[in-house]
């Protein structure tokens, strides 16, 4: 059974930080390109960040700067760190995984909201 379970989200301050885990199970999690998504109220889900099974990343151009994707593939987990975060980065964030065979699982998602 795959499970992608995200956790750290939470409520914070406008130039906070946060650094959200998505602790992965049942993949092979080394080969996997891992994304971080997001979706605000009322609007479609986007992409923040994602890194590949080789480490490269990609990240919206929203967040550059702010925001760095990283993985432990020794622990299975990929991680968000987010700074200078503003209030339009309240949203839920969504931790997905996607192989090269077009396998492709998600997360339950975790509240980020950001006071200004």
């Known amino acids: 059974q795959v499970q992608l379970v995200e956790s750290g989200g939470g409520a914070v301050q406008a130039g906070g930080s946060l650094r959200l885990p998505c602790a992965a199970s049942?993949?092979?999690?080394?080969?996997?390109?891992m994304g971080w998504y997001r979706q605000a109220p009322g609007k479609e889900r986007e992409l923040v960040a994602r890194?590949?099974?080789?480490?490269?990343?990609t990240y919206t151009a929203s967040v550059k700067g702010r925001v760095t994707v990283s993985r432990d593939n020794a622990k299975n987990t990929v991680y968000l760190q987010m700074s200078d975060l503003k209030p339009e980065d309240t949203a839920i964030y969504y931790c997905?995984?996607?192989?090269?065979?077009?396998?492709?699982?998600w997360g339950q998602g975790t509240q980020v909201t950001v006071s200004s």
């Open positions: 997905n995984g996607r192989s090269a065979f077009g396998r492709e699982y």
């Open positions: 049942g993949i092979t999690f080394r080969i996997y390109t």
């Open positions: 890194i590949g099974s080789g480490g490269d990343t």
